[in-house]
Every structure is written in C-alpha cells, then in structure tokens.
C-alpha cells in the first residue's frame, strides 16, 4: 500500500495541517472524513490539479505530495 502525505494549505497558501493517508491505488487518493485531521468538511472536488475542500468555516485547497511506499 502506498503512503501519502498530504498537506492542507488556506487560500492565502498558508499551510493549515498535515496528515500520512494510505492507499492502493496511487493514481488515485480517496479521502474521507477520518483522513481529514482538521474541521468536518462538507464535500470535496477537483480543481486544476488540487483537490478543494469545502470545509465548515472556509475553503482549504491541498496539494497530494507522493510519499514512499510502504509494506502493510
């Protein structure tokens, strides 16, 4: 399984948190409410490359940075 880092940055590029998410398939990062370590999010999409994140209080954009990969 390979393991991801994935950072939260606000819409100022400010980087809000951080959180390792593993995953099969590493064309494609699914998150979900318990791989988000920060406020309860509404909904998610993409959007040129970033995937945004609707949350309660403001819209955080994250960028998917490809970590090693690691045996499970």
């Keep these: 399984m390979a393991q991801y880092l994935v950072k939260f940055f606000s819409d100022s590029n400010e980087m809000i948190g951080e959180t390792f998410i593993e995953q099969d398939n590493p064309d494609l990062v699914v998150l ?7 406020d ?3 909904e ?3 959007a ?3 995937i945004e994140v609707i949350l309660s209080s ?3 954009k994250f960028r998917i940075l ?5 045996q499970v």
């Design 32 to 38: 979900d409410a318990k791989s988000l370590l920060i």
């Design 40 to 42: 309860p999010f509404i």
């Design 44 to 46: 998610t999409k993409t």
């Design 48 to 50: 040129d490359g970033d």
């Design 58 to 60: 403001k819209v955080a």
């Design 66 to 70: 490809k970590s090693e990969y690691l």
